[in-house]
């Protein structure tokens, strides 16, 4: 059984530019959600999706956006990279929906600094 | 709105010693609690959960952790903590019927010989 992947582990971009991050989810995981975590900081929602629909968001805006693949896999897309969005970004898979007693396995998450 | 406080930024214990770390929650209803740990650079690992039944639940790596209602805490526990425990903890809360976690600000923990 495989756990959650993310690609790439470490990336640079210039403020402006746009970049797209990758997670594979876990064997038999329908359900991915995505994380930002700032340094020093708890990881904080941004989406989440299942069966390829977005299924909840956190307080993020519209330039974060997301697609889930019919194989499970997701990509979290940010455009107008600003400063403040170089953080830890973190991707989770979950069971069923995500609902009654599963739990999220997290992937070791890619590390994006915008200079 | 779901919250989790982790009143503790950084916690020093010495090898073999025992630990705490706590944590607080706000939520209307019984909640999903859990408690992650993150290596530098790492990705989160899941310590325990609690669901429901049993208030006292135990975990990988000897760790063991509390649900109490009535004063809103999930407090986690080891009796005797190794130099490898040695990294970032956070506690999470989410509803029943859907995945988003909320996380605390972390705890770190530090292990002195």
């Known amino acids: 059984e495989t756990g959650v992947t993310q690609s790439p582990t470490h990336l640079i971009k210039t403020r402006g530019q746009q970049v797209t991050l990758r997670c594979s989810s876990q064997?038999?995981?329908?359900?991915v959600s995505w994380y930002q975590q700032a340094l020093g900081q708890g990881p904080q929602f941004i989406f989440q999706?299942?069966?390829?629909?977005?299924?909840g968001r956190g307080n993020f805006p519209p330039r974060f956006s997301g697609l889930q693949f019919p194989n499970y896999s997701s990509e979290l897309n940010v455009n107008a990279l600003e400063l403040d969005d170089s953080a830890l970004y973190l991707c989770?898979?979950?069971?069923?929906?995500?609902?009654?007693?599963?739990?999220?396995?997290f992937g070791q998450g890619t590390r994006l600094t915008v200079v | 709105a779901q919250s989790v406080t982790q009143p503790d930024i950084h916690i020093t214990v010495s090898e073999g010693a025992s630990l705490e770390l706590r944590c607080n929650y706000s939520?209307?209803?019984?909640?999903?609690l859990f408690w992650y740990v993150q290596s530098p650079g790492q990705g989160l690992q899941l310590l325990l959960k609690?669901?429901?039944?049993?208030?006292l639940v135990q975990g990988i790596k000897g760790f063991e952790a509390e649900f109490k209602r009535s004063q809103s805490s999930f407090n986690l526990r080891k009796p005797s903590v190794h130099w490898s425990d040695a990294a970032e903890y956070f506690c999470?809360?989410?509803?029943?019927?859907?995945?988003?976690?909320?996380f605390g600000t972390g705890t770190r923990l530090l292990v002195s010989p």
């Open positions: 064997s038999g995981h329908n359900t």
């Open positions: 609690y669901f429901s039944g049993d208030t």
């Open positions: 939520y209307g209803a019984t909640p999903y």
């Open positions: 989770a898979s979950s069971p069923a929906g995500g609902g009654l007693n599963t739990e999220a396995f």
């Open positions: 999470a809360v989410r509803n029943t019927g859907f995945q988003k976690l909320v």
């Open positions: 999706y299942y069966r390829e629909e977005e299924n």
